[in-house]
């Protein structure tokens, strides 16, 4: 069964204090993993898409990586605004399936 | 990306009552898909629909509980049928972005309190 664990559950930063936060999955095949950041009452927002390991993308405070078994999500000098849950999703290459099983997410919390 | 809107926004519902919740879309696309997130946990598929065909639902969710229509590329509605306290989420649509990427694009959700 393909299964996608996030942690920590939740992570408190100061202000400046860098981080990271883990995704990993176990699938019998990975075609893309996908991370989005959600806030209160809102839908997911995209932040990145990585297909294979050793991939990386950078946006802004955020860099996301990639493994063979899990992903991270480097969160550096974050602000306050960067507070959010964070969304860890895979997509599986087996077949026609084509929907996204989701991590139970981060949710962070970064204080001035 | 796509941007995708979806009514109502919230709303409150009596038990054993249905609601309908609509999800709209700035382009056409072929694959959309209905997400639930209860309380305080991750997104869970409800089903993906397709236009012209018939809703694909994941394990746990029928289509007499969830009916979903598709009557064009744009356009998608899901219904939440006899509700139950238990049926209290957030429901979400999203859709692949153009060109056939992988990645997926979510509306703003429905909060669906059901007293």
């Known amino acids: 069964e393909d299964q996608v664990t996030q942690s920590p559950e939740a992570l408190r930063l100061q202000e400046g204090e860098s981080s990271s936060l883990n995704c990993s999955y176990t699938?019998?095949?990975?075609?893309?993993l996908f991370w989005y950041r959600q806030d209160p009452g809102k839908g997911p927002e995209f932040l990145f898409t990585?297909?294979?390991a050793g991939e990386e993308k950078e946006k802004e405070r955020l860099k996301a990586t990639l493994t063979k078994k899990e992903s991270f999500l480097h969160i550096t000098a974050p602000k306050p605004e960067d507070s959010a849950t964070y969304l860890c999703?895979?997509?599986?290459?087996?077949?026609?399936?084509?929907?996204?099983?989701f991590g139970s997410g981060t949710q962070l919390t970064v204080l001035p | 990306s796509a941007v995708i809107s979806q009514k109502p926004s919230r709303d409150i519902c009596q038990r054993g009552t249905s609601l309908t919740i609509q999800c709209q879309v700035d382009?056409?696309?072929?694959?959309m898909f209905w997400y639930r997130q209860q309380p305080g946990q991750s997104l869970t598929l409800i089903a993906t629909?397709?236009?012209?065909?018939?809703?694909?639902?994941e394990s746990g969710f029928v289509i007499d509980k969830f009916p979903i229509s598709r009557p064009n590329l744009t356009f998608s509605t899901l219904t939440v049928s006899n509700m139950s306290p238990e049926d209290s989420s957030i429901y979400l649509c999203?859709?692949?972005?153009?060109?056939?990427?992988?990645?997926?694009?979510f509306g703003p959700g429905t909060r669906l309190t059901v007293l």
């Open positions: 999203s859709v692949e972005g153009p060109g056939g990427t992988d990645t997926q694009y």
């Open positions: 699938v019998s095949g990975l075609r893309g």
């Open positions: 990585l297909y294979s």
């Open positions: 999703a895979v997509r599986i290459s087996s077949g026609s399936a084509r929907q996204l099983t």
């Open positions: 382009s056409q696309v072929t694959m």
């Open positions: 629909a397709n236009q012209g065909s018939e809703a694909t639902y």
